[in-house]
């Protein structure tokens, strides 16, 4: 375990996320926004750029036993939240539905079910099925918890109407890539709205598997305090750098 980069308001940590979340006191974290391994490098294809690509990421996208992975991890996110903290998870069809089944397990309740739609989906090579261009983020809170909901902001930002759960963005743009690319990095734009929703200055955020840091840019942006953790230094310095340069980073249009 070790500290790769430290200001004001973000850290970066090198290490294990399992060490690193057993090591944390309880009810310390605020807001957790986790994009785990969703396990799909299973030796197919798919598509990038309009190439056909292996979909293989790595080792940190293979276990055994995905289930047993999800359990644990929801486990530590229970005891390291505080009482009215929150927790956002991104997924797919492939491990949505595991996650939103164990969420109750771990007393854990579902407060909205976000589809973030892509406008500019990667096309189906196998033409036997539709077009994946949605994925699912899904925020939840304790049981007896009372969660934070910036309400008016999202209605300003709306136009002055309610905010719906429907999301519409491109994927990741050219200026958030400038550094290089984690294969399941998330627009900006999507992370900028989850935190102005359901956080204030005086949290402190946690993503466990931070990747190329766009929880940490999009929190610096807001001025609130954030820890990511990765066990991967190539994705670290990605990171590092986006962190450093936060202010010349792109925000992408959401709807």
Not at 15 to 37: C, G, M, N
């Amino acid at each position: 375990m070790k500290t790769i980069y430290q200001d004001d308001l973000a850290t970066l940590i090198y290490s294990d996320t399992f060490d690193y979340l057993k090591k944390l006191a309880s009810q310390t974290i605020d807001l957790i926004i986790v994009d785990p391994p969703y396990f799909l490098s299973n030796g197919g294809i798919s598509n990038s750029g309009g190439k056909m690509v292996s979909v293989n990421k790595g080792k940190w996208d293979q276990t055994k036993s995905p289930e047993d992975f999800y359990r644990l991890m929801l486990q530590e996110f229970y005891r390291i939240l505080t009482a009215n903290g929150t927790l956002w998870l991104f997924g797919t069809m492939h491990n949505i539905y595991t996650l939103g089944y164990l969420l109750p397990k771990y007393n854990f309740k579902l407060l909205n079910n976000i589809t973030w739609q892509k406008t500019n989906p990667a096309p189906n090579l196998g033409r036997r099925m539709f077009t994946h261009s949605t994925e699912t983020i899904l925020w939840a809170k304790k049981e007896q918890g009372k969660q934070v909901f910036n309400y008016n902001l999202m209605r300003k930002l709306n136009n002055q109407k309610q905010m719906k759960d429907v999301w519409q963005t491109s994927t990741i743009s050219r200026s958030e890539k400038r550094f290089g690319k984690h294969p399941t990095q998330k627009p900006l734009s999507i992370l900028i709205r989850m935190i102005q929703a359901s956080a204030n200055q005086n949290m402190t955020i946690l993503d466990p598997f931070v990747g190329s840091g766009t929880t940490i840019v999009a929190s610096k942006i807001l001025g609130i305090k954030s820890i990511g953790v990765d066990n991967s230094l190539e994705y670290l310095k990605i990171a590092q750098q986006r962190i450093q340069d936060f202010k010349n980073e792109k925000v992408g249009k959401i709807k």
